[in-house]
């Protein structure tokens, strides 16, 4: 469901993070678009952590599985 998200667009958002400066907080939540998959989540959730950008995610089961070994900060699993 939903847009798909492009190459380009996964690794505009990756520099993005990469260069940020001032966010509070990183969340993930829902289902995740076209293009994307638990290991890009895993890869964001630890460039945020690396910047010491505190993380929230919220998604299904399967792909939470996959990212609590990135160590968010939080954690909303959803049930299925």
Do not use: H, W, Y
Not at 17 to 36: H, W
Not at 53 to 66: E, F, H, L, Q, Y
Request: proline fraction near 9%; glycine fraction near 8%.
């Amino acid at each position: 469901p939903g847009p798909s998200v492009s190459s380009k667009e996964k690794a505009r958002l990756i520099r993005f993070i990469k260069r940020e400066r001032n966010a509070s907080v990183f969340v993930v939540g829902g289902s995740l678009p076209k293009g994307f998959s638990a290991s890009t989540v895993v890869q964001l959730v630890r460039l945020a952590q690396k910047k010491k950008i505190p993380c929230v995610v919220d998604c299904p089961g399967k792909i939470m599985r996959n990212v609590v070994s990135a160590g968010p900060t939080l954690i909303k699993p959803n049930l299925e």
